[in-house]
Each structure stands twice: as structure tokens, then as C-alpha cells.
DNA sequence: AACCATTGTTACGCATATAAAACAACAAGG
DNA sequence: CCTTGTTGTTTTATATGCGTAACAATGGTT
């Protein structure tokens, strides 16, 4: 609800750009379309920048007039802007196709998020095809600590990094309970660091075994993991064979990588 | 190469918004990462201004600087616009399980689709099981009148809106021979308009079945299809049985738009 | 090394984008 | 019907974002 009202004053902020890009992040899941004065409200800006603002960005196609009123909500190009940015992304296409084996091997879900700021970010996900698919979508956004891949990629960065990083920062979430401070974090990460890979329930039901990817540099860039009702076959023995298949699946992702000189 | 240099001089627009979003329009599949200069070049914008325009979009997240040097590149934030954007059309919501259906029930890949300018923009796919994935993903394009989906669309369309529309427009595309005038589009479309259904070989060795998708007000909104190697069982009769589920598919969609009073 | 070219970054004055306020168009409500 | 309170849109004077030009820092070339 608050979170911390961060003005950035410096003088290379180009404002105009600013206010757009924040208005774009209005729309979401729970408020699909919104009118100028909505948005006015919720940015404390005059309404007349607002319709500037929303009057660029709708000739740019990033926002869309519904019809016969004056609502608008996300427009089509802001996916186009997502698919090229997984397109760049290397790390996606060497992925793919590990991925997809594991997923055909195993018969679970397996998915690649990295972190970004305090979230992993699904990036890939290769559904099984046996059940229905679960929600974790490529775009979603999930707390870094307590989701599988998150903690896989924490795990390997130095700890004085996360413990800068997490310094006063609130890790109660909705629905998991784990690490509630800072200290019961550092020993998670310290148990997984020294086993070598994630595994466990995060969700009531559901089984993860998740592996870090580094790139050719040796840098922590992503992760992996697969995904599933603890339940099926093949999650039962996720510290047996599944682990071994993760965590050859990472290895091979990370040595693939950077072997393909861009730009 | 030469797009029509199109100034839109309207007071309204807000320069400093505009050149970040084209900004962010530079970076695509074949350029995935530029220096300031290159910006400056390709935009025609002083270095002074790209410089402020790219510091905002990298404190933002929507540019990342790669490690030890001034190469930019897309953030991880556009990901997340184009899954807020997914999310908040019910159209996806709505489409999912039956396209998921219609995919497992064909075995064949099936799509969904909406026309934005002269492209098609894919907005779900379900892939295939069997076979390795099309590059059909989801944020990808194709012009719109080369594709089965597109023409699904366009036939719904009044032909005068159509008419005005390509009006002037350069039909010939790369690798597609079809119609290459406005004349053998219109006829295309005549043909398929009458027989209710688009069906028949848009890429080489891949066959499409594609129908239209109304909501609750009738308006054409985006279309559907099932597209797959032609050898395979069920693509043999694609004016028979498989046009019939894919017709299914479509009215059960459009049966079931609308229904969710959004707002 | 000294050169030159080319980069990212900073400073500054003028053109211009912007916030405040006026306007128009509508709806609700007494 | 005339208020009163909403909207989205237009205007305009002034605060400010922008291109020019200088600076700094790098890297290649002879």
C-alpha cells in the first residue's frame, strides 16, 4: 500500500517519460481500465497532463479508448515490447529446448524466472502436458525468498549481497509463512547453499527442485526449477533422480550460454 | 526501410514520452543491444537527450546496462507490461481452456490472435505436444492478410472498411506470394467470406483452419486457429471435421464473451 | 607516447512543455 | 429549469526540458 515514496530528483529524469511509464503501470490484473480522472487521482497529477500523457500513449498503441467511452486500458504493444525483450534474451532460447526435455522426461512442469529488484520473474515455463497449468505464467512476478528459484539464485550470490539487499526489508508475505526475518533467510539459504540445489514444498501441494544458471563469466543469472503436485510419480523422490536431472539441466544451460558472441 | 516519415505535430503529444517509447521500439530480435550513440544516430536525437531519456528508462527497469559496458538492452519491466496486459483481457481468460481443449482433442497447435495496424498479434498459443513449437509465440507478428487468423478477421470486416484501410498499402511480403495486389485480397476474402471458414496452406507444409471471434456486441475482436504440419493425421481434412471444431471452438468464445461485467 | 577519434557526461541559455485556470459538455438532482 | 458537480478539452504565461557546445575518459593507430 505504501511503499516507500521514492522522488528520484535527479535532473537526467526526463519527467514526461517518467509520468507515462508510471501510468502504464497503473493497469494490471485488478484494475484492467481506467479514465483520465482516475488516473489524475492516483498520480496527483493535473488532469490536463494526464490527457497529454494518455493522448501519447494511446497514438503509440500502448494504451487503447475502449469504445463508446471514455475508459482506456493496455493496448496491444506493450506485448510486442515483452517479446522482444525474451527474444534478446540468450538465456531463453538456450533454454528452451533443456527445458522442454526436462519437462517431457519428468512429465512435471519445470520453469526459468531471474530476480528483479525483490521478485523472480518467469520468464519461461514449459507446461506439462498431462494437468491443467498452474498459474505461473511467463511475465508473473512472485516474492524472490519464497519461491523455489528465487531462494536457487540468493543461495549463490555472496551473502553480504543479500544481507545488504534484505536490510530492513519486510519479508512477511501473504500465504507463506518460512522465512519471516532475515535470520530464518540466512539459514535456509545456508542449508540449500551447502546442499547444492532447492528442493521442498513453497506452496501447499506443490513439490520444487530448483538450480541457479550462471553465465559463461560465472555470474548468477537465473534459475530453474520443476514444479508439481507432490503428489505425481516423479516428485517423489526430488532429493534422487529429479534432483540430478535439475541440476544436469542447469549445467548444461549454463555451459551452453555465452558461447554465442552477440552484438 | 522507409517507413512514411509520419509527424504527428498534434500539441498534445508529449516529445519526452514519445522518443522513450520509440526508444524502446528500437530494440528487437536482430538488435538487441545499442550504446547511446547508436540511439542518437538511429533516432536523430543529440546524445545529450538520449543519455537523459535512457537514464530514466534504466531507473525505471524498462533498459538494463550490461555488465562492463555502455551496451543497453530491454529490462526485465517490459515483460511484466505484456503480462498485465494479457491479464487484463478476458479475451485470454476466456479463450485458454477452450483452445487448450481444441489442441488436445486435434493434437494439432492451436492460436489465438488479434489484428493491431496491419499486423496479426498472437495473444495465446497452445503448442503442440508432439511436435517441437512453431515460432508462433505469444507477442510475435505477421501481417495481417498473409495469415489465416488475419484473413478470418479482415472477411468479417466490411469490405469498404477493409478497402480503405489497404488503400495505398504495399501488399508483397517477403516469402508469401498470395496477394499481391488489393484486388486478389479482395477476392480472397470474397471466397472465404462466403464459405464462413479460412482453411488452406499460408506457409509451406503448415495447413491453418482459422474462424473469427465477436464479443457480445458482435464486433469482430480477434480469431482463432489450428495450424500444423499439413502430414499429420488430423490436418487431412481440414474442410471437414476439423473446420467443424474450430467453428465450435470460435462460437462456444464468443458464446462466452461479454458475460463478465468488467469495470 | 602523443595523437586523434569517439565515446559518455555535464553546463547553460533559449525554445517549449507544463500546471493552473478557463471552457465546454454532459449528468444528476432539487 | 436552473444549479452544481462531474467530466474531457483548450488556452496561456512561465517554469523547465532540450539541443548546443564544452568537458572528460576511453581506446585505437602510428
Not at 99 to 115: E, K, N, P, V, Y
Not at 246 to 261: D, P, Q, W, Y
Amino acid at each position: 500500500m505504501d511503499k516507500t515514496s521514492e522522488d528520484v530528483n535527479s535532473s537526467y529524469m526526463v519527467p514526461g517519460l517518467l509520468r507515462g511509464l508510471s501510468l502504464l503501470g497503473l493497469f494490471g490484473k485488478d484494475r484492467p481500465a481506467m479514465r483520465l480522472t482516475d488516473i489524475a487521482k492516483e498520480l496527483k497529477l493535473s488532469r490536463a497532463t494526464v490527457f497529454r500523457t494518455v493522448y501519447t500513449l494511446e497514438h503509440e498503441g500502448y494504451l487503447v479508448r475502449l469504445k463508446d467511452s471514455n475508459y482506456y486500458s493496455l493496448g496491444p504493444r506493450v506485448l510486442t515490447l515483452g517479446f522482444d525483450y525474451l527474444h534478446s534474451q540468450e538465456l531463453v532460447e538456450v533454454a528452451r529446448p533443456i527445458l522442454d526435455g526436462l519437462r517431457d522426461t519428468t512429465g512435471a512442469s519445470t520453469h526459468m524466472a531471474l530476480i528483479d529488484d525483490f521478485d523472480v520473474l518467469y520468464i519461461y515455463r514449459a507446461a506439462s502436458h498431462q494437468r491443467l497449468s498452474s498459474n505461473r505464467h511467463v511475465g508473473s512476478r512472485l516474492p524472490a525468498h519464497v519461491s523455489s528459484i528465487g531462494r536457487a539464485i540468493l543461495a549463490e550470490l555472496p551473502e553480504s549481497v543479500v544481507a545488504e539487499k534484505y536490510a530492513g526489508y519486510d519479508l512477511r508475505v501473504e500465504n507463506y509463512t518460512e522465512p519471516a526475518t532475515f535470520d530464518e533467510l540466512k539459514e535456509c539459504l545456508r542449508v540449500e547453499r551447502e546442499r547444492g540445489y532447492i528442493a521442498g514444498s513453497f506452496v501447499s501441494g506443490i513439490s520444487s527442485v530448483a538450480v541457479a544458471i550462471r553465465d559463461s563469466e560465472g555470474n548468477v543469472v537465473a534459475g530453474i526449477n520443476v514444479s508439481d503436485y507432490e503428489s505425481i510419480p516423479c516428485m517423489k523422490d526430488i532429493h534422487g533422480k529429479l534432483k540430478d536431472k535439475v541440476l544436469a539441466a542447469a549445467s548444461e544451460i549454463s555451459r551452453r550460454l555465452g558461447h554465442t558472441s552477440s552484438l
